[in-house]
């Protein structure tokens, strides 16, 4: 079975451009989470998609945004980029909403020159 | 204990030692807790959890500890091998919300 899947695997940018990262999750997994890791750091959750609706937030601007498909897929977009968004953005997914067990794809690797 | 900034935490071992890789939580509302391993490069990958109505769980050579008196989740790993190199993190949740991660441990294993 295959697991979380996400794309591109490298993404540059400049100031001020959009970028959109995609993910995949597990077949039968409704719900979807990113989070973004800067250099060192923890995780820090940013968003959580569950059957199409946004569920919560973490304390990002409104530039960070995204959205669920009809498929459980998701897009990430981040707008008006700037340099301290370079990071690791991960996406997971759980089974359903409400259940814990997250489970992580490999994540996209956002460089902001 | 949790780091600041860039420098994480590091626990260095000899292979075959067993390790324990702690964890303060902070939310005493939290009632599922759970352990990643995090490999250079990848994403993390699930390790065990535990829910707050037990103090022990135990899976392949792992073990998590809660101590919910003074919020406390420990990760044992017995017999520890060069592939359990990793950054581990622990991450903590209320029912039905969403994980709380903590700034992760590096493990070291010396062969």
């Known amino acids: 079975e295959a697991g979380v899947t996400q794309s591109p695997t490298h993404l540059i940018k400049t100031r001020g451009q959009q970028a959109t990262l995609r993910c995949s999750p597990i077949s039968g997994h409704t719900s979807v989470y990113w989070y973004q890791q800067a250099l060192g750091l923890g995780l820090q959750f940013l968003l959580w998609y569950d059957e199409g609706e946004e569920r919560n937030r973490g304390n990002f601007p409104p530039r960070f945004s995204g959205r669920q498909f009809p498929n459980y897929s998701s897009e990430l977009n981040v707008n008006a980029l700037e340099l301290e968004d370079s990071a690791l953005y991960l996406c997971?997914?759980?089974?359903?909403?409400?259940?814990?067990?997250?489970?992580f794809g490999p994540g996209t690797r956002l460089l902001v020159l | 204990g949790e780091s600041v900034g860039l420098h994480l935490p590091t626990l260095s071992v000899q292979e075959g030692d067993n390790s324990i890789i702690n964890c303060a939580y902070s939310?005493?509302?939290?009632?599922?807790f759970i352990w990643y391993k995090q490999e250079s490069g990848k994403g993390p990958q699930f390790i065990i959890d535990?829910?707050?109505?037990?103090d022990k769980r135990q899976g392949q050579r792992v073990t998590v500890l809660l101590n919910k008196t003074v919020k406390h989740l420990s990760l044992q790993i017995a017999a520890t091998q060069p592939g359990d190199s990793a950054v581990y993190f622990c991450?903590?949740?209320?029912?039905?919300?969403?994980?709380?991660f903590g700034k992760g441990t590096m493990l070291l294993v010396s062969p």
């Open positions: 997971a997914s759980s089974l359903e909403a409400g259940l814990e067990t997250q489970y």
């Open positions: 535990i829910r707050s109505n037990m």
């Open positions: 991450a903590e949740s209320p029912a039905y919300s969403t994980l709380t």
């Open positions: 939310n005493s509302a939290s009632d599922y």
